[in-house]
């Protein structure tokens, strides 16, 4: 059974930074692209960004690109998700996502439960 | 960026009634769509995808359809389990859009 578990959110001052990570169990990880996907309170899906699984290959929003960095650490089975000079418009769920192949450019066939960042002065 | 749009935003129907949701993109994306249901508090699931390839739990209730631009996601008979928000999202290309959702709640 496909296992992705959040941590890392919290509540953090705009200007601020935040790791978020994602332990994933009960597949082959390196075989899969992963991504993260926000969701802002009361609003639709937002993608944020991906990551091949090899490391090699990482794209990124326009909204989060330069401020956030993906990686992953195949070893460990972890996804991360390096959040820099965060603002107001990041407070969201966000969601580690695995993609249903090795594409970076693909569905999305299962979702952690998300963690929690808030952004407050 | 190819950019999705979904209609209604939302819709009100009964138990038993047949509801049907089009996703639209805004160029070719031959068959790279994918449907997910999300209710409140709870990550999206994949419902289906490649659009119309349903994933193991989806009752045969649901379907989809369409290429190119156009998509449909139908449930036939609305159960009250199917209550939620249902968003599509392109996969031909980075980055792999979402739809803005459409609510199905209760009439």
């Known amino acids: 059974e496909v296992q992705l578990l959040e941590s890392g959110g919290g509540l953090v001052q705009p200007g601020g930074s935040l790791r978020l990570s994602c332990e994933a169990s009960g597949f082959t990880f390196s075989s899969y692209a992963m991504s993260w996907v926000r969701q802002a309170p009361g609003k639709g899906l937002e993608w944020v960004s991906v990551i091949s699984g090899s490391g090699t290959t990482t794209y990124y929003a326009d909204s989060v690109k330069g401020r956030f960095t993906i990686s992953r650490d195949n070893s460990k089975n972890t996804l991360y998700l390096q959040m820099n000079s965060l603002r107001g418009e990041d407070t969201a769920v966000y969601y580690c996502a695995k993609a249903r192949g090795s594409s970076t450019s693909s569905c999305y066939t299962d979702w952690g439960q998300g963690t929690l960042v808030t952004l407050s002065s | 960026d190819i950019q999705m749009t979904q209609s209604p935003s939302s819709v009100s129907a009964s138990v038993g009634d047949r509801v049907t949701i089009t996703c639209r993109a805004s160029?070719?994306?031959?068959?790279?769509l994918a449907w997910y249901q999300q209710k409140p508090g709870k990550a999206p699931k994949l419902l289906m995808y490649d659009a119309s390839s349903l994933q193991s739990w989806v009752p045969s209730r649901f379907s989809g359809g369409g290429s190119g631009t156009d998509f449909t996601l139908t449930i036939s008979s609305l159960q009250p389990e199917d209550f939620a928000t249902y968003y599509c999202q392109q996969a031909n290309s980075v980055p792999p859009t979402f739809g803005p959702g459409t609510k199905v709640d209760i009439k």
């Open positions: 160029q070719g994306i031959s068959t790279w």
